[in-house]
């Protein structure tokens, strides 16, 4: 949610109350975006909405900070009294269902109440931009003055703290690295001819990058590609063991891509050698036996994956090439995280800037008409006027489902996360929430919070890194739900195997374990929040 202390309409306040006073939202976003600190909540309604109200405003203003708010929401009954979302929607439904006017409001509102076990993931995801938590910062990001798009910033400071890594390892290429190195330094403080040609500016900087040859840049580049055939080999090797059907094209790519690049490596080492290499004698004896051991199988599968571990032979031979990563960030793995970075940006990372103009694209409209928030401040609005006998009483569920819209959104800004409430109907479940934050060094956790009715509260954690590999660690003190989930742990790891993720576990702990295991986490949470993370602006 985007809170500003501006006294003064800026161009964008004006334009988005324009468009948004088309479908009935233009008081709540003057508020926001003027930042004259009009309530969120109107006067009359809950003590729980009032409650929230000057939460955010505290929050926003670091009257409180967000530790504080944090914990007050975590160790508060807030949550609780807030009830079911799903309950007050259903009943906000039956209430409008028959209303001539209110009516056409319906099928948003149906949405979110499908069952959980029909949904797919695209629907899943769809539906989790849409709860109404991010409504106020999609709409701020949709008009925002143009600038350097947030994920080419966060890459951008990346590759700079690499090559500067990189200058100390390689001293001889000081001038071009640190011709790299400035040119960062002018796009992280972009003048309006960068922002003008920033795709291009982009693509510079990357050819300025790849194209500098370092005595070791050619062995790097040739074992990152080897990384990705691992990590292909990997997922195949996995489904086979969990019996997912594995398509001949995945074996083909596999080895279409790994025997030319082995064969590039052989010859690149061979003009290392000639020139002095940087590898010893016995080293690179080391490294050709392994590529030589790999090109010799009949089949790189063999029709039986499992059995020819094509991936465990891969990743031994990158490590013979890089050497031992723990060792204070030796220049190879220095010189890997550039590459990678580089990579990141050519692979469609960076967005065209928003143009100057603060209007509403149309698609922001559609997105705005399919959110649950701006859906049922829409239905507020229009039961103010409404004839309907029982007018009083569905704005009262109104304002139940905006609350605990708004605590999601309190509580997400506070955390540095992506919260919300989860947007199906599920039957056996009482609550639950889902949580992403971003860790360091590109890692990303996911907690899922459950009351189930059957098992209790179950706590979920989530540990995604290495671009598709993931821990599980599952907290309960519900003897029979962990007894359950062992039992199917096969099947779970065939479902992650068939979405291309690699499971390395499953650990079950103690419910009180929790807490211990977040907090031992903290250190490494990044402050970016994940996609369409909250942001509060004092």
């Not at 209110?102 to 979110?112: C, D, H, N």
């Not at 001293?171 to 071009?176: A, G, H, R």
């Not at 690699?502 to 374990?513: L, Q, S």
């Given at each position: 949610m985007e809170i500003t202390q501006k006294n003064t309409p800026s161009p964008i306040s004006t334009a988005v109350s324009k468009e948004l006073g088309k479908i009935a939202l233009q008081a709540q976003i003057e508020a926001l975006l003027k930042g004259n600190n009009a309530p969120l909540m109107e006067e009359g309604s809950s003590s729980v909405g009032n409650l929230l109200e000057s939460l955010m405003k505290d929050v926003a203003t670091n009257v409180k900070t967000k530790d504080a708010v944090l914990a007050f929401l975590k160790n508060s009954d807030l949550l609780k009294n807030l009830g079911s979302l799903s309950s007050e929607l259903k009943s906000l439904l039956q209430s409008?269902?028959?209303?001539?006017?209110?009516?056409?409001?319906?099928?948003?509102?149906?949405?979110?109440?499908?069952?959980?076990?029909?949904?797919?993931?695209?629907?899943?995801?769809?539906?989790?931009?849409?709860?109404?938590?991010?409504?106020?910062?999609?709409?701020?990001?949709?008009?925002?003055?143009?600038?350097?798009?947030?994920?080419?910033?966060?890459?951008?400071?990346?590759?700079?703290?690499?090559?500067?890594?990189?200058?100390?390892?390689?001293?001889?290429?000081?001038?071009l690295i640190q011709k790299q190195i400035t040119f960062i330094d002018k796009m992280l403080e972009p003048t309006k001819a960068i922002l003008d040609n920033l795709p291009k500016a982009v693509t510079l900087l990357a050819q300025s990058v790849k194209e500098a040859k370092t005595p070791t840049s050619e062995i790097v580049k040739i074992a990152n590609k080897l990384e990705i055939v691992a990590k292909s080999a990997e997922l195949v090797e996995v489904k086979a063991e969990y019996k997912v059907p594995v398509e001949t094209k995945e074996f083909v790519k596999i080895a279409e891509t790994l025997k030319p690049t082995l064969e590039e490596l052989k010859t690149t080492l061979n003009a290392m050698s000639e020139k002095g290499t940087f590898f010893s004698t016995e080293k690179m004896q080391e490294i050709i036996k392994n590529i030589d051991n790999i090109l010799s199988k009949e089949s790189l599968f063999q029709q039986e994956p499992l059995k020819n571990a094509l991936s465990s032979d891969v990743k031994t031979l990158v490590g013979l090439i890089k050497g031992d990563e723990s060792v204070a960030k030796n220049s190879l793995h220095v010189q890997s995280d550039v590459f990678k970075l580089v990579a990141k940006?050519?692979?469609?990372?960076?967005?065209?800037?928003?143009?100057?103009?603060?209007?509403?694209?149309?698609?922001?409209?559609?997105?705005?008409?399919?959110?649950?928030?701006?859906?049922?401040?829409?239905?507020?609005?229009?039961?103010?006027?409404?004839?309907?006998?029982?007018?009083?009483?569905?704005?009262?569920?109104?304002?139940?489902?905006?609350?605990?819209?708004?605590?999601?959104?309190?509580?997400?800004?506070a955390s540095s996360s992506m919260t919300s409430y989860l947007p199906s109907l599920w039957e056996g479940l009482e609550d639950g929430s889902i949580s992403l934050k971003k860790l360091k060094e590109n890692r990303f956790f996911c907690e899922i919070n459950l009351n189930l009715k059957e098992h209790g509260n179950i706590d979920l954690l989530v540990m995604l890194y290495d671009e598709n590999r993931i821990v599980v660690s599952v907290y309960a003190d519900n003897e029979a739900f962990k007894q359950k989930v062992s039992t199917h742990?096969?099947?779970?790891?065939?479902?992650?195997?068939?979405?291309?993720?690699?499971?390395?576990?499953?650990?079950?702990?103690?419910?009180?374990?929790?807490?211990?295991?977040?907090?031992?986490?903290?250190?490494?949470?990044?402050?970016?929040?994940?996609?369409?993370?909250?942001?509060?602006?004092?």
């Amino acid at each position: 949610m985007e809170i500003t202390q501006k006294n003064t309409p800026s161009p964008i306040s004006t334009a988005v109350s324009k468009e948004l006073g088309k479908i009935a939202l233009q008081a709540q976003i003057e508020a926001l975006l003027k930042g004259n600190n009009a309530p969120l909540m109107e006067e009359g309604s809950s003590s729980v909405g009032n409650l929230l109200e000057s939460l955010m405003k505290d929050v926003a203003t670091n009257v409180k900070t967000k530790d504080a708010v944090l914990a007050f929401l975590k160790n508060s009954d807030l949550l609780k009294n807030l009830g079911s979302l799903s309950s007050e929607l259903k009943s906000l439904l039956q209430s409008i269902r028959n209303d001539e006017n209110l009516s056409r409001y319906v099928p948003v509102l149906q949405k979110f109440l499908t069952n959980a076990k029909v949904l797919d993931e695209s629907t899943i995801k769809a539906q989790l931009a849409q709860t109404g938590v991010f409504l106020e910062s999609k709409i701020a990001k949709s008009v925002e003055p143009k600038g350097l798009p947030p994920a080419l910033k966060s890459v951008l400071v990346e590759l700079k703290e690499a090559l500067v890594a990189h200058l100390k390892n390689t001293p001889q290429s000081e001038p071009l690295i640190q011709k790299q190195i400035t040119f960062i330094d002018k796009m992280l403080e972009p003048t309006k001819a960068i922002l003008d040609n920033l795709p291009k500016a982009v693509t510079l900087l990357a050819q300025s990058v790849k194209e500098a040859k370092t005595p070791t840049s050619e062995i790097v580049k040739i074992a990152n590609k080897l990384e990705i055939v691992a990590k292909s080999a990997e997922l195949v090797e996995v489904k086979a063991e969990y019996k997912v059907p594995v398509e001949t094209k995945e074996f083909v790519k596999i080895a279409e891509t790994l025997k030319p690049t082995l064969e590039e490596l052989k010859t690149t080492l061979n003009a290392m050698s000639e020139k002095g290499t940087f590898f010893s004698t016995e080293k690179m004896q080391e490294i050709i036996k392994n590529i030589d051991n790999i090109l010799s199988k009949e089949s790189l599968f063999q029709q039986e994956p499992l059995k020819n571990a094509l991936s465990s032979d891969v990743k031994t031979l990158v490590g013979l090439i890089k050497g031992d990563e723990s060792v204070a960030k030796n220049s190879l793995h220095v010189q890997s995280d550039v590459f990678k970075l580089v990579a990141k940006l050519e692979q469609g990372l960076v967005e065209q800037p928003k143009s100057q103009s603060a209007t509403l694209e149309p698609k922001s409209a559609q997105y705005i008409n399919e959110d649950i928030k701006a859906v049922v401040l829409k239905i507020k609005e229009e039961l103010q006027n409404s004839p309907l006998p029982h007018a009083k009483e569905a704005m009262a569920m109104a304002d139940k489902v905006l609350n605990k819209i708004e605590y999601y959104q309190l509580f997400s800004f506070a955390s540095s996360s992506m919260t919300s409430y989860l947007p199906s109907l599920w039957e056996g479940l009482e609550d639950g929430s889902i949580s992403l934050k971003k860790l360091k060094e590109n890692r990303f956790f996911c907690e899922i919070n459950l009351n189930l009715k059957e098992h209790g509260n179950i706590d979920l954690l989530v540990m995604l890194y290495d671009e598709n590999r993931i821990v599980v660690s599952v907290y309960a003190d519900n003897e029979a739900f962990k007894q359950k989930v062992s039992t199917h742990l096969s099947e779970l790891k065939r479902g992650f195997a068939k979405a291309g993720l690699v499971c390395e576990g499953v650990n079950f702990f103690e419910a009180k374990e929790v807490l211990k295991a977040k907090k031992e986490a903290q250190p490494f949470v990044s402050e970016e929040v994940v996609s369409m993370g909250i942001n509060l602006k004092a």
